[in-house]
Structure formats: structure tokens, C-alpha cells
């Protein structure tokens, strides 16, 4: 694993970010890592506070997120409000030395508001009006809604700007989950807007949207339309329904601001935060461009049960360290146990609660939350874990919650807290628009996935003993020795420029199947792919094969190295100058797809640096096997272990955790911190399942 010259990561140049803020503990410094969960109090009869303090002091609980979803607490009716409930909570909480992260309450509305205000729900695709009783289940264009909101968050911020127990904003929660498209008339007229800010001009519009296709000219923005529904073999224009995703980031976005702007200024020195919602499966808003406007970046994290849970918590927690510019970063929520919102909700098994908040911190958390602190005896969430489990205090998941709240302080006071995660040399570049765009239904497939393609790469490059960073493509990601593009099939020509500066100058690339199809607005490359990058792979190709299930039709194609390709295979007609083909396909199935002895992997030189151009969907066993042919070299390091390293100008702190469900025996730099499930001697450790070894390495 290389671990560069180029640490901390990034804080790459960026005039409209806000400075970075982090909250105060109630500790004697105010530091440390922040340990609890999501506090709804409100659930809960007043006979229960007592003994949820006591049992959050017995967790080492020095947080909680308090009142998310409370808002029909606070305002029961139009006319009244109650705070004294709050105010009761509050100073029982700081009082006992745990500080309390305040919800602007706004995710889930009063029922009495929808009843007298129906006009506030969002409508869907095909017309339908979204029913209230759920989260979100507001217009984020609704001017009364917002009037609502900004009043609560208005008086919130009178109430609690001095309170000293009160040491962060958390405005909304997961904005966006449920109300990410609305076709209301407030957002079709927004968008309307919107659409005249971007493009001025409506024939700009009408160059972008390629509205020549199917008569869908426009003669002005009055007849701009939101995507709805149009039947149901119908397809929506594709260039429409980009700006119409990045018009929902954006208007979402402008919320959550009036929101934080309403408190802050009131309130202006605690530190706000909205919690994003990035794992590989999702990755809702433009979290690149929202990562502006927070103080400090915080997430929820939900794992993948299965062989790849480490890895991909591994993937998640790298992105969202991306989009905290390298900072530490704050985990808002995960679980301690199983959700309840899957077809099938598999638990963690005992260890594996402590091994995954012990990665996150790994990989730059300074703080470790759950949702939620005691498990619901009602509601939709009712069999969702909690820390305090339905079994109660005597209890296996219990007793380790406290274990946790532990072995956390112990890291707090050897210093984790603050440090950064030291960069890898290679990023895997991820981009919104990217991964919205391989949604999209008319693209040569519909198994395009541009963020599981991300994932694939990262799982590649730890199999390869060489972890990767993924980076947002907007960020800086100048400073690394390798970039990868996965499936990033719409490119910008501004992006294109910087990614051939960057091999110019000597950088190296991976550029993959699907990649430079199209620029930003669904415009195809015309003279072959993968056109704006062509000079830089040195290849072109004419044609995209898709491999796929049809009757007597080949769903795999080899290479002459041994792999197999799936999915997608480039019809590459020529290779540039000095540009190596480091594999064909060869066999019956390339034969009879007219693609035998095609180049598949080409290397071309560039500038200073070097591309690979990777033409077919390689598995991940393919992939990393390409990786140390060459790109890594063999690996150095054990690829079953994963190893990362934060630091600060006192000192370096390694973790190291195993992939699998094994014991391992590892070597290890430093002093042990924390052993969890581990045994040391001199300088080996034995890890058992589950276990993760923390060093620390003072700096002279
Ligand atoms: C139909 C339509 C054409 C075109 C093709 C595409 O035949 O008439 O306009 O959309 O489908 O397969
Ligand atoms: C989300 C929400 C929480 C809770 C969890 C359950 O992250 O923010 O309120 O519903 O999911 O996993």
C-alpha cells in the first residue's frame, strides 16, 4: 500500500466553502469523539428520561441528535407551542455532561399542517399527490411549507442560541429521500426558473435538450415542463431529465440554506450540519456540491451484509472523506444491529458493531452515532436495532454498546480526534452526474451503474493490496499519482481538459468501458468513443456490443489473458501511435461476435504520463489482476487486511481490521492503542474474527 507523500489529504482549493466547524463536547476541552445516536425522547413516556440518562452515562453516550421527527411536539397546533418538554430534556442531558445536536425538526411535519395545508405534499411522476404521514412529505417549492419550517426553525434558534448544552444544528435529516422528484406546479414553475438562470436564452435550452428530436421545440420557458410520466412506453428526454435531477439537488439544497440561514442568524456560533446519505447504493444529492454549505460533513451509513460488508463500508466512508475535503467527518447514523426495511434484515454479529465503528473512525469519523438510542416499542421502526435493545440492559448487544463507548474514549485520549486519514495514491473519481446519468433507461444498457462501478474498482485495488481513495470529480484530486474513471459515461469538456492536463503533467489513468459516451448534456461523441478522451486512450471505437441473455446469443466473451468479460465490449477499430494492446478477445464467442483479436486493454502513452483504456466490463477478480500486471505491482501487503493511517502533526495512528470473516496474524508499527478481539506481542498481532488493532506512532 502506498502511503505518499501527499498527506493530508486535499482541502483543495475552493473560495465558497465554509469554514470548517466541528461541535463541542461537554468535556473539560470540549474534545473527543463524539459517541451516541438519534434521541426521540418524545417516543416515550417522562418515566423513561431518568433511566435513558443513566444508561447513556453507563454507554459513555456524550451526544445525542435530539427531536428529529418532532415537530408536532413543539407546535401542536397552529397556535400553540410547547417547549418546556425540550427545555426539561436539554438541561437533564447537558447536565449530565452529554451535549445535545438539535434538529431544525423539519422532516416530518404535523399531521393538523398537511390537513389545513394540503397544498404543501409533493406529487409524483404520473399526478398522483403524495399522501402526508410519512417523512418529507412536503414540496421543498412550497412557499407555506417553508413559511412553517423557517418559523420553527426560528423560534428553536431563539430558544436554545445560549444554551451551552445545545452545541450543533442538524438541519432536516436525509433531505431528499423521499421527496428527491417532485412534478408539483410550485417545482414545475422553479424549474422553469431554473432553467432560465442556467441557459438565458431559450434556444440554449433547445441546443441542450436536443428538443429537434420529436417535436419538442420550445418557444420559451412558460412551456418548460417537469419530466412526469408521459405512458407507459414512453421516454423522457434524457438531457431534460438531468437538469431536472440536478434541478431537485439544487432546489432541496436551497431549503436546507433558508433553513441554516434562519438559524445562523440567530444562532451564529454553533457549528450545522445536514446528515447526507451516501453507500454505494445511493447517493442521493449532489453531496459534492452540498458539502459547501455544511460546516462539518456528516453521513448515515447502513451496511451490506455479506462478503463484502468491510469493503464496502470501506468505499462509502472514503467518498464521504472526499466530500469532507479530507477532514474528519461526522457518522450520524448506522445501526447497531439489523434495519427492518429490507426484504430480509440479517443482524451483525457480536464484534462486528465495535469492528464497523471502529472503521468508520478508521477512515476519518470523529464521531460514531446510531440511529437510534432506545429501540421503538411502536411505529414503522419498531424492529429497527437500536443501542438499547427491545431485551433491555441485561443484554450481549447492550453490554458491547458500552464496550464501545469505552474503547472510543480510549481513542480520544490518545488523540485520534482531529486527525486526518493520509491519502492513497490513486483516486477513483465519482461524479453525481455520472451516476444519475446511468439510470437513465435509453443508454445501451440498463445495468450501468456508475457508482457500483466506483465500488468495483475500490474492491479491485484492496485485492490488488492497494487501497484507493475515492474522490468527487469536482474536487482536487491533482496531487495523485493515478486516476480512475468508472462507467462516467456524460463528461463535461471542462472535465475532459482537466483529466488531460493532469496525464499531461504526468498522471496516469484508468479509463473504463461506458466512459466519455456523451458530454454533460446527453450529446453523443461523434467520430468514435470514447470521444473526448479518444486522444488520450489512443483508441477508437465504433460500435458498444452488448452481451446479454438472448436466446443462442454469447453472454461472455474472452480475453487472451484469461478473463472474462460480461455485459460490454468497445468495437475498437484503431489504436494510436506507441499505444501497447495488452488484450484481445480471443475464442468462439469473440468469432462469432466479430471481435476476435480486437484490442480490449490498450495502454498508450500520453504527454508525461500514460492511460489504460479498459474497453469491456472486467470482473473484479479481473480487474485486480490487470491492477498488479500493471498498474500497482504485486502486492506488498496481505490484500485481507485493510490498513489506513490518520494523523496530525503529534502523531500517526494505524488501523487495521481484517476483509474477511477470519483471524488473521498481522505485523504492526507503533504502540497499541486499542485491541479489540486482538492480542499483541512485540510488534505481530493476532487478530480474531471481527478484531481491529489501533497503534500510535508520536511524531519526533
Ligand atoms: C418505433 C418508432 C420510431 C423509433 C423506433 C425505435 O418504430 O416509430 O420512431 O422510435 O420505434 O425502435
Ligand atoms: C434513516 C433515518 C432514520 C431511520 C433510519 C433507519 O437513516 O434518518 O430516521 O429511519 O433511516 O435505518
Not at 443501542?387 to 464501545?404: I, Q, W
Not at 491519502?423 to 457500483?452: K, V
Not at 475500490?458 to 474513471?485: C, E, K, N
Amino acid at each position: 500500500m502506498q502511503h505518499a507523500d501527499n498527506w493530508p489529504l486535499g482541502h483543495g482549493p475552493n473560495a465558497q466553502r465554509r469554514e470548517f466547524r466541528w461541535p463541542q463536547l461537554l468535556t473539560a476541552d470540549g474534545k473527543g469523539i463524539a459517541y451516541g445516536g438519534d434521541y426521540n425522547p418524545d417516543q416515550w413516556p417522562e418515566s423513561v428520561w431518568d433511566d435513558d440518562i443513566r444508561l447513556m452515562k453507563k454507554a459513555h453516550v456524550n451526544v445525542v441528535a435530539l427531536g428529529i421527527f418532532s415537530w408536532d411536539k413543539l407546535q401542536p397546533t397552529e397556535y400553540e407551542w410547547d417547549f418546556t418538554w425540550l427545555d426539561t430534556i436539554i438541561d437533564k442531558l447537558g447536565s449530565n455532561g452529554i451535549s445535545v445536536d438539535l434538529a431544525s425538526m423539519t422532516a416530518t411535519a404535523p399531521m393538523w399542517l398537511y390537513e389545513k395545508y394540503p397544498e404543501v405534499l409533493p406529487v409524483e411522476a404520473n399526478g398522483d399527490v403524495i399522501n402526508a404521514g410519512s417523512r418529507q412529505s412536503w414540496s421543498a417549492e412550497s412557499p407555506i411549507f417553508k413559511r412553517f419550517a423557517l418559523e420553527v426553525c426560528k423560534r428553536l434558534a431563539e430558544r436554545y442560541k445560549d444554551n451551552p448544552y445545545v452545541t450543533a444544528w442538524h438541519i432536516g435529516n436525509e433531505y431528499g429521500w423521499n421527496q428527491r422528484h417532485d412534478y408539483s406546479k410550485n417545482s414545475e414553475d422553479a424549474f422553469r426558473r431554473w432553467c432560465k438562470r442556467k441557459y438565458g436564452t431559450i434556444d440554449a435550452l433547445n441546443e441542450a435538450w436536443g428538443t429537434a428530436f420529436w417535436s419538442q421545440h420550445l418557444n420559451s420557458f412558460s412551456e418548460v415542463l417537469v419530466p412526469r410520466h408521459m405512458g407507459a412506453d414512453s421516454m423522457v428526454n434524457p438531457a431534460q431529465q438531468l437538469d431536472y435531477e440536478r434541478f431537485g439537488s439544487d432546489s432541496i439544497k436551497e431549503f436546507y440554506k433558508a433553513e441554516r440561514d434562519m438559524i445562523e442568524s440567530i444562532c451564529p456560533d454553533k457549528p450545522i450540519t445536514t446528515n447526507f446519505m451516501v453507500s454505494t447504493d445511493q447517493c442521493v444529492m449532489d453531496y459534492a456540491d452540498w458539502s459547501d454549505e455544511v460546516d462539518f460533513v456528516s453521513n448515515d451509513h447502513y451496511f451490506t451484509a455479506g462478503r463484502t460488508h468491510v469493503d464496502e463500508l470501506a468505499c462509502s466512508d472514503s467518498l464521504v472523506s472526499g466530500f469532507a475535503n479530507g477532514r474528519p467527518w461526522y457518522l450520524m447514523e448506522h445501526s447497531t444491529s439489523a434495519v427492518q426495511w429490507k426484504p430480509l434484515n440479517a443482524r451483525k454479529r457480536h464484534g462486528e458493531m465495535t469492528r464497523d465503528a471502529l472503521e468508520h473512525v478508521a477512515l476519518g469519523a470523529d464521531a460514531i452515532c446510531f440511529f437510534q438510542w432506545r429501540q421503538s416499542r411502536s411505529g414503522a421502526e419498531t424492529f429497527h436495532s437500536a443501542m438499547v435493545p427491545h431485551a433491555g440492559e441485561d443484554s450481549k448487544l447492550f453490554r458491547e454498546v458500552c464496550e464501545l463507548g469505552a474503547t472510543l474514549e480510549a481513542l480520544s485520549k490518545a488523540g485520534v480526534q482531529g486527525s486526518e486519514v493520509m491519502a492513497g495514491d490513486t483516486a477513483i473519481l465519482f461524479d453525481a452526474d455520472c451516476e444519475w446519468m446511468t439510470r437513465c433507461e435509453t443508454l445501451p444498457s440498463m445495468q450501468l451503474n456508475h457508482f457500483h462501478a466506483v465500488r468495483d474498482w475500490y474492491y479491485a485495488f484492496l485485492d490488488a493490496g492497494a487501497r484507493a481513495d475515492v474522490v468527487p470529480l469536482r474536487g482536487d484530486w491533482s496531487a495523485y499519482r493515478t486516476i480512475v474513471m468508472p462507467t462516467m459515461v456524460n463528461i463535461s469538456e471542462q472535465a475532459a481538459r482537466r483529466v488531460r492536463e493532469f496525464v499531461c503533467a504526468g498522471g496516469r489513468v484508468i479509463i473504463d468501458y461506458a466512459t466519455g459516451l456523451m458530454d454533460e448534456n446527453f450529446h453523443a461523441a461523434l467520430g468514435g468513443y470514447p470521444g473526448m478522451l479518444r486522444d488520450i486512450a489512443g483508441v477508437r471505437s465504433e460500435e458498444v456490443v452488448i452481451l446479454g441473455e438472448a436466446d443462442g446469443e454469447p453472454d461472455a466473451l474472452q480475453l487472451d489473458s484469461g478473463a472474462t468479460v460480461r455485459l460490454w465490449a468497445n468495437d475498437v477499430t484503431s489504436v494510436g501511435e506507441g499505444a501497447q494492446v495488452l488484450a484481445r478477445y480471443v475464442g468462439p464467442e469473440a468469432q462469432d461476435m466479430e471481435l476476435d483479436d480486437v484490442p480490449a486493454i490498450v495502454q498508450h502513452p500520453f504527454g508525461e504520463g500514460v492511460s489504460w483504456y479498459i474497453g469491456c466490463d472486467l470482473s473484479v477478480e479481473a480487474k485486480a489482476k490487470f491492477l498488479c500486471e500493471h498498474v500497482t505491482g504485486q502486492p506488498q501487503e496481505a490484500p485481507s487486511i485493510i490498513h489506513t493511517v490518520r494523523g496530525d502533526e503529534h502523531a500517526t495512528y494505524h488501523f487495521y481490521l481484517a476483509r474477511d470473516k477470519k483471524a488473521h496474524t498481522i505485523t504492526f508499527e507503533g504502540e497499541p492503542v486499542v485491541a479489540f478481539r486482538a492480542r499483541t506481542d512485540a510488534n505481530s498481532a493476532q487478530l480474531e474474527r471481527s478484531g481491529m488493532l489501533v497503534t500510535k506512532i508520536a511524531r519526533k
